[in-house]
């Protein structure tokens, strides 16, 4: 029977099942999207003009899809001063039973206009739209479904201690998961009671800014949440803006290095969600097809834009070439390509920048004697794409083993005892997320407990959930996200 199963494994899927495996095209229409050819930006209750205009791009097609203006260090101001407004308004004033009502409303609303939401969403930012479709904007509505249960509840967040909001937040997001990102920014800081201004990603600012509309529906007080877009220096003037109090951040660990040292001294509160380098530990007596599901759900889910990717595998020893075996095999079905069809699986690199920097760790690992394994098949002729990638045979010190790729790329390590995988995952600079794949409940819980990041999943992979924390340690950053902890970096404690 084994050895019969292993040469089936050593077959290409295509010579073994020829046409059955291509599925015909079930593309998602993108009628459902009315895009603006120009977007300005949300502040104090109204949608502004805006000077001078960056391009947004659909990166599996390279199309332009609008032009979006470039906030000034004015336009920050004016957001930053209606937001301060706002707090001093009747949103200050409102009962958390209140405030809640309008978190609700909004989740409503994210639900109401999912379908648009998700082609949007793969439309700007390049994501398989069966994941904008099923995790992003579900997710995204669950996270203002779940805080604003919070808003009437704060007492208990803190027991004994009288708490507030702490003011004017600052909030920064990276493009990977756009309104995802910016439901786990606004939803908490809503629900204590603070206001915020928001900066997007220059990459993928559209769901924000239909998400601003849905505000407006919602009737949310002017000012209470305000969006700013733009670049860096957007974002860099937010963090400096004297009249924020908190700067909440998730993005490079470059960035967030710089902002802290700006921020110093200035009493702004800070929470910084960074890079990773996840650990995806497999033993010998783990459920093996279930764990190749898991590598691959850790490694090519969102292209593997995914700051908690497991990008370096260990595999014990005894079982290395069989998961290899089965996991080749398993990337032979992957389907890569147009991000609107329904039967993608992996879709387009975000931008051309961070195409050419996977390219580039990708060739460092080729020329430190790394075997490649790529994905078959082919790819759309324009558009950013990179095939699902899978080293072996390099030594834990290679660039790609080291830093994050950002990218579906895989490096695989051996070990041949649990205290060995646990030095060598907790063996990186990043401590965001690991995973734990045994049959053995003891080891299981041992090996989860040594891990020194954030998030460690057993016996699965990439998992989110609003109430569940999520944030790093070391060089990820501070701070957690998610679950009565998410609220802790939004409220003055007194
Ligand atoms: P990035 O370059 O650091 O950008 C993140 C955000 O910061 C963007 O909105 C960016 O604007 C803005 N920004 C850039 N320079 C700035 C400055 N000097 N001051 C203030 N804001 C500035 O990161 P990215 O490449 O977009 O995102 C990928 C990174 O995010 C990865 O490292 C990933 O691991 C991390 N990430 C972490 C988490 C987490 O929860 N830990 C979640 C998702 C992603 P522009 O887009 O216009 O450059
Ligand atoms: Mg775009």
Redesign the pocket.
Known sequence: MATNESSTLRTPRRLLFGDLWTYAPAPESRDIVRLQPRYGHFIDGAFTEGGETMQTINPATEEVLAEVAVGTSEDVDRAVKAARRALDGPWGRMSGAERGKFLYRIARLIQEHARELAVLESLDGGKPIRESRDIDIPLAAAHFFYYAGWADKLGYAVPGAQVGPVGVAGQ??????PLL?AAWKLAPALACGNTLVL?????TPLTAMRLAELILEADLPPGVVNIVN???????A??EHPGVNKIA????????R??QR?IAGSGKKLTL????KGANIIFEDAPIDQAVEGIVAGIFFNQG????AGSRLLVQESIHDEVMEKLRWRMQSLRVGDPLDKNTDVGAINSRE?LERIQTLVASGVEAGGQLYQCPGDLPEKGFFFRPSVFTGLAQSARVAQE?I?GPVLTVLTFRTPEEAIERANNTPYG?SAGVWSDKGSRLFMVAGAMRAGVVWGNTFNRFDPTSP???YKE??FGR?GGRHGLLPYLEVR
């Open positions: 920064i997001i990276p493009w990977n998961f990102m900066k997007p990603a220059e990459n733009g670049a860096g220096a957007t974002g860099s937010l963090v951040f998730t993005g490079s660990t470059a960035v967030g710089h902002i700006a969600e960074l890079g990773g834009h995914v700051c908690c961070q994050e950002f965001l999520f944030g790093g990820s950053g996200e």
